[in-house]
């Protein structure tokens, strides 16, 4: 049985996400943020039609932005998730089985669905039914391959004579579009591949395709030579239905201002410490390594450097907070410099294990803190549940040096006392 793919992508989703609960900026070009408000990480597709760029630093378009009435979001990340899952919950009631690919990307494996309805009706339905029940516009591209049915959204969102549903099952169909897409455009395949493959006469997805495989594996890699299977019609990429466990964590993040405190860079390393270790429990690891950074801005000419990491070994694994927060606190009194204006901090974990699936140190065994996991499983399910927050006093109770949001939109579907401010 020939394996059917479709890979369903939400339409400019972080935008999508701010218009969702704004309908007077329906027709208004839209921009999301990156953090501390410093560059443009998504745009509606009316931003896009004015030429603002992906990355493209705020500063530099503050003229477009008067001139034509652009709104700009700081990224609200709790909402962008909480719309994801209810697009992906519709997903997986609809197919198979799922592979969850990013936050606004799913692959669906629909390999035998055709026996029950045609693949096009079948995506259909499956697009009407986000859009109606979500309010999110997705795309949704449909082949024998992940890398085609890639190619295939591409062109339902490109082309709006597709209805945003494109059926690439079809070879003849593959070849036809695979003319049309830039080699550069093809799932797996970056800037520097490409360039080096139109310097070798490879200009689009088609005369990829038409490549010689072991050729292709012998210059480049593996990776690029199941590219070139799978743009043929052969599969080599299965869905991954399981998540892969992380090797490693890292919270981190840039300072609403420069810092030059002491204890207002310790609470945030304390801060980012906490987040980490949530993290961890939700892989369901501990850790064995512990990282801590600390450095100043280095886009500020003239101004004095500072650049400090080091890392811990503990003796035995955790995943308790109170005890990375005691690594992280004792690494940072070591790594500190006075006398630097700091623009971020971070806290990375790795060297993670299974529970039970380690060797304690002979001399050092665990503390075994009396009811750790309780404690520990009553403070995450408090600060998930919405209804409170407990955290720990290192943290600082009114920190002054987290990132800049100033145009955060309210979190409209994860707090009641947001809602008021819909209607």
Known sequence: MQTVFALAD???????????????????????LSNNDGCVVARSKEAKAL?????????????????HGVVCFSSNYALYADLSNRVMTILEEEAPRVEVYSIDEAFMDLTGVDHAVDLLTFGRQVKAKVDK???????????????LAKLANHAAKKYSATGGVVDLMDSDRQKRLM???????????????SVRLKEMGIHTALDLSNMNPKAIRSEYSVVLERTVYELNG?????????????????CSRSFGHKVTDKQELREAVAKYTTRAA????GEQRLCRVVTVFIRTSAFIPGEPQCSKALSAELPNPTDDTRDLLEVTNVIFQQIYR????????GVMLADFYEQGTFQEDLFRPSTNRTQSKALISVVDKINHSG???????????????SMKREHLSPAYTTRWSNLKNIF
């Open 387 to 401: 209804l409170g927050n407990v955290f720990f006093a290192s943290q600082g109770v009114n920190p002054t040096w």
């Open 133 to 147: 029940w979500t309010g999110i516009t997705i795309g949704v591209g449909i082949a024998p391959t992940k890398t």
């Open 278 to 281: 949530e993290k961890l429990r």
């Open 234 to 250: 052969t599969s080599c990429l299965e869905l991954e239905t399981v998540r892969p466990t992380k090797q490693q964590i890292v």
């Open 51 to 67: 030429g603002i760029k992906m990355g493209v630093p705020l500063f530099q378009i503050k003229d477009q932005i008067q001139q």
């Open 338 to 345: 006075a006398g630097f204006r700091y623009a971020k901090a």
């Open 179 to 193: 003319a049309l897409v830039d080699v550069s455009d093809v799932w797996g395949v970056g800037r520097r591949i």
């Open 10 to 32: 939400c339409n400019n989703f972080y935008a999508s996400c701010e218009k969702l609960f704004r309908p007077d900026l329906k027709q208004v070009p839209v921009v999301v």
